[in-house]
Structures are given as structure tokens and as C-alpha cells.
């Protein structure tokens, strides 16, 4: 059965959404050496820039520490959740290549652990409830981003959809109003 809904804690403000195996290689194939990835995208913009407009992972920020669910848009959020549309975020770029796509808060790229991501449903029954994962069969996408509040039980109250649209390439010129100067606070 596909997993379509994850929900999760957030311990510090803000999302990332990512393909383990694809933001791994992606730290190997830069040369990034320890555990705080995002303090080397911060020192190296480039790289950081690099890891949003090549698909590598899609940030969700500034929103406050909160619970949410993160879920894949359509089926798995039902016609009653749209009430509560806040906004769509279109054409934001992701790689996938494992078949799922961790949803977890900015401490996974403050504390970055190769092992356990790279084996994240393996290692899911170990997790804190700041990370959880959703299946994605793997391709390029181009995704939606949409925020949700006033969602309805078994979901929290504030939420996002994602929307995947398979592509054959991600356009460039999109990605810095993607994702740059968006509001995703709920």
C-alpha cells in the first residue's frame, strides 16, 4: 500500500523534502564533509542553490516549530480538507529515486546521518516524530507545494499537499521564483 500521508513535529522552522539516496549522492558527488549540510549551503550559496535548482530538495521555510501533515495531494487529502486552501506553489523541482521522499524538519540537514536516511524505512521504527516519509515512484518532478489549515481529523490542523507531475527536465529558470520570497507559513 502506498503512503500517502506523513505527519510530523517540528523541533526547529522549517521542512525539507527529500530523496535520501538523491540528496546523499548528491553531498558525495560536492565534496560535503560532516554533519551539517545546511550550514554548508549556507557558506557555499552556490551549492545551496544548486541542491533546490537541480531537484535535490524542496525547502519549506520559515514556518513556525508546529505538528503537520504533509501529504500527497488528491486521494489522500479528500474534498473536505480544500476548504482550508491558504496558497499553490507550482513548479518546484525533485528528484526521486528510491521510491519514497523523507519529510522531516531543518535537523536533518543540521545533523545529517547518511546511515539512517539512506535506510530510512529500515530504520523508521527509530525515528523521532520529526521526519516521517511518503512513497513517490521515482522520476523527476515537477511538484505543487499547497498549504492547508482547518484540516480534518486523522490530520493535523495545519498541513501541506504535494502535487508530483512527472517531467523530463526541470526548467532552470523557474526554480528561483519557485521557491525564493514564497510565504509557506500556515
Do not use: C
Not at 524538519?105 to 516521517?132: E, I
Amino acid at each position: 500500500m502506498d503512503k500517502k500521508h506523513a505527519s510530523i513535529e517540528l523541533y526547529s522552522p522549517g521542512i525539507i523534502i527529500f530523496d535520501p539516496l538523491v540528496l546523499d549522492g548528491f553531498l558525495v558527488e560536492n565534496d560535503v564533509i560532516g554533519s551539517n549540510v545546511f550550514n554548508a549551503f549556507l557558506e557555499d550559496e552556490v551549492l545551496g542553490r544548486a541542491a533546490i535548482d537541480e531537484g535535490i530538495l524542496i525547502p519549506v521555510y520559515q514556518i513556525p516549530e508546529d505538528e503537520y501533515s504533509v501529504l500527497i495531494d488528491g486521494e489522500a487529502l479528500g474534498e473536505k480538507n480544500r476548504v482550508g486552501l491558504k496558497f499553490d506553489y507550482p513548479g518546484i523541482s525533485l528528484e526521486v529515486s528510491s521510491g519514497i521522499v523523507v519529510v522531516a524538519d531543518l535537523n536533518a540537514l543540521t545533523d545529517w546521518d547518511s546511515d539512517f536516511f539512506k535506510n530510512y524505512k529500515a530504520n523508521y521504527q527509530g525515528r523521532l516524530p520529526n521526519s516521517d516519509y511518503l512513497e513517490v515512484a521515482s522520476g523527476l518532478y515537477s511538484v505543487t507545494v499547497s498549504g492547508y489549515v482547518g484540516l480534518q481529523s486523522p490530520l493535523k490542523y495545519r498541513g501541506y499537499g504535494l502535487t508530483f507531475f512527472p517531467t523530463v527536465r526541470f526548467k532552470k529558470s523557474d526554480q528561483k521564483s519557485a521557491v525564493d520570497d514564497r510565504d509557506f507559513t500556515l
